[in-house]
């Protein structure tokens, strides 16, 4: 099965192509910025004797994600990882002051980008007769957190996108589903360990999710060990998890 991971040079994404590789997948994992992480982490699938390659993929250029999926494809399965953040940290404007540049900047990456990238991947898999496709979404889309709107609005959109894709898709042996992901400990969160285990003390496993614990996620939705789940939204790790993100 030949595998597209969006934003796969680090955190979820890698763990997720690095995941899929250890499967026996062949792994085309996207990256917009950082070619020596992307670098790196095909040749961690290839050490592991995997197959992988990476190419460059930005969610706001449209024609680019076509022509990404034109020329590395085509693609069994899709996790649509790669996300434009649009800044490090939550805005610190009210409400009303958010530009509303930010959120059209926001919206045409996150959403229809999404939306570009599923409409290239679709055709080949119908032709095949089998598709998956997970749209990585975030415990804000549902929780919400001050200064996150337009990132939040984004998120959520992929949940009604996932939806009625579910629908369209579904009678050609394709499967969409969300992966509502909340906090994650990861090399690259910058949240201190001790707010970390503060956050943990609030779940009932006691622990925070990593990135390998949301890869195995990721690999049974977008693998062909997911049946027949479609349309659905799943929540990884637990509401409390959830709820104390947005804290």
């Known amino acids: 099965m030949h595998v597209l991971v969006t934003g796969g040079s680090s955190g979820i994404g890698a763990a997720t192509a690095r ?10 994992l996207t990256y917009r910025s950082g070619p020596d992480r992307a670098k790196r982490v095909v040749e961690e699938i290839e050490q592991a004797g995997g197959t992988a390659a990476a190419v460059p993929m930005d969610l706001s250029d449209h024609e680019g994600i076509r022509a990404a999926v034109a020329a590395a494809g085509p693609f069994d399965s899709v996790i649509a990882n790669a996300v434009m ?9 009210s409400f009303e002051e958010v530009p509303a540049a930010h959120w059209s900047e ?6 229809v980008g999404n939306v570009v990238l599923t409409q290239s ?9 089998f598709g998956r496709i997970v749209l990585v979404s975030s415990g804000i889309a549902e929780e919400g957190t001050p200064g996150s709107g337009p990132y939040g609005t984004a998120k959520m959109a992929l949940h009604g996108l996932a939806r009625t894709l579910a629908w369209q898709a579904g009678g050609d042996g394709i ?28 779940t009932p496993a006691r622990r925070m999710s990593t990135a390998d614990d ?4 990721l690999v049974f939705l977008g693998s062909a060990a997911n049946r027949n789940l479609t349309g659905e939204i799943i929540r990884e790790g637990s509401n409390a998890a959830r709820s104390a993100h947005t804290m």
Do not use: C, Y
């Open 19 to 28: 995941a899929f590789g250890r499967e026996g997948h062949r792994v085309t």
């Open 85 to 93: 953040w649009g800044g490090d940290a939550p805005r610190e404007e």
């Open 106 to 111: 926001m919206l045409h990456a996150n959403v």
């Open 121 to 129: 991947v679709l055709p080949a898999m119908r032709e095949k007769g």
């Open 175 to 202: 499967l969409v589903n969300v992966a509502a992901v909340g906090l994650t400990r990861t090399d690259s969160t910058p949240i201190p360990a001790q707010v970390f285990e503060a956050m943990a003390r609030r």
């Open 214 to 217: 949301v890869a195995a996620l």
